[in-house]
C-alpha cells in the first residue's frame, strides 16, 4: 500500500493536467458531505476508470482519512481497479456453484492463452480478467460474463472461442 505521494509515477492520473482537474473538481464538489468517501471513489472510478494508488493516498489527504480506509474501500469492492481495464472484460463467478461446477479449470485456460492472471489486463489493453461473486445464473454454472453478456455452462476447451469472438469484434 502505497502511503506517501512521492513519487507519482509519470503516466498517473495525477500528473495529467486534465484528469487531475476532474480528481479536484469531484473531491471540491463531495467533501464534507455525508458519504463523501464513497461517492468520491464512485465517481472517480466512472470519471477516470480506475483508482491508482498514488489517487488513493491523494483522496485520503484532500478527505482527511487514513490512507489504510481507502485502500480499504477499494480493495474491498470488486468494481474499483487500480489499474485501466481493458477494452473488454470477462469476469469469472466464484459463487458455489460455479466453484463446483469447475469455473477454476476454465480460469486456468484463461491464464493459459492470455498469459495474465486474474485481476490483469493484456498488454495490448483488449482484455481485462477479473473474478465476480454469483451473477444470479447458477443453473447455468459455471458462468462467465463477457462484459456485460452472461456465458453460461463455460467448458474450459470452449475457451480459446470466447477469446477469438472478441478478437473478431474488433477486427
Ligand atoms: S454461483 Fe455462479 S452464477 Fe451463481
Given at each position: 500500500m502505497l502511503k506517501t505521494l512521492e513519487k507519482i509515477p509519470a503516466?498517473?492520473?495525477?500528473?495529467?493536467p486534465e484528469q487531475k482537474a476532474i480528481i479536484d473538481r469531484i473531491l471540491l464538489e463531495n467533501?464534507?458531505?455525508?458519504?463523501?468517501t464513497m461517492v468520491v471513489l464512485n465517481s472517480l472510478q466512472e470519471a477516470i476508470g480506475h483508482i491508482s494508488p498514488p489517487m488513493q493516498v491523494y483522496v485520503a489527504e484532500q478527505l482527511g482519512e487514513p490512507v489504510s480506509r481507502i485502500h480499504g474501500v477499494v480493495s474491498f469492492y470488486?468494481?474499483?481497479?487500480t489499474t485501466p481495464r481493458g477494452k473488454h472484460t470477462i469476469k469469472f463467478c466464484m459463487g458455489t456453484a460455479c466453484y463446483v461446477s469447475g469455473i477454476e479449470q476454465v480460469i486456468e485456460k484463461a491464464k493459459q492463452i492470455l498469459e495474465i492472471e486474474p485481476g490483469q489486463t493484456t498488454e495490448d489493453g483488449l482484455i481485462t480478467l477479473e473474478l465476480c461473486r454469483c451473477v444470479g445464473a447458477c443453473s447455468q454454472a459455471p458462468v462467465i460474463v463477457v462484459d456485460e453478456e452472461v456465458e453460461g455452462r463455460v467448458k474450459p476447451n470452449r475457451f480459446p472461442k470466447t477469446i477469438q469472438d472478441i478478437k473478431t469484434k474488433e477486427e
Open positions: 503516466q498517473d492520473p495525477l500528473n495529467d467533501k464534507g458531505l455525508p458519504g463523501a470488486s468494481f474499483f481497479t
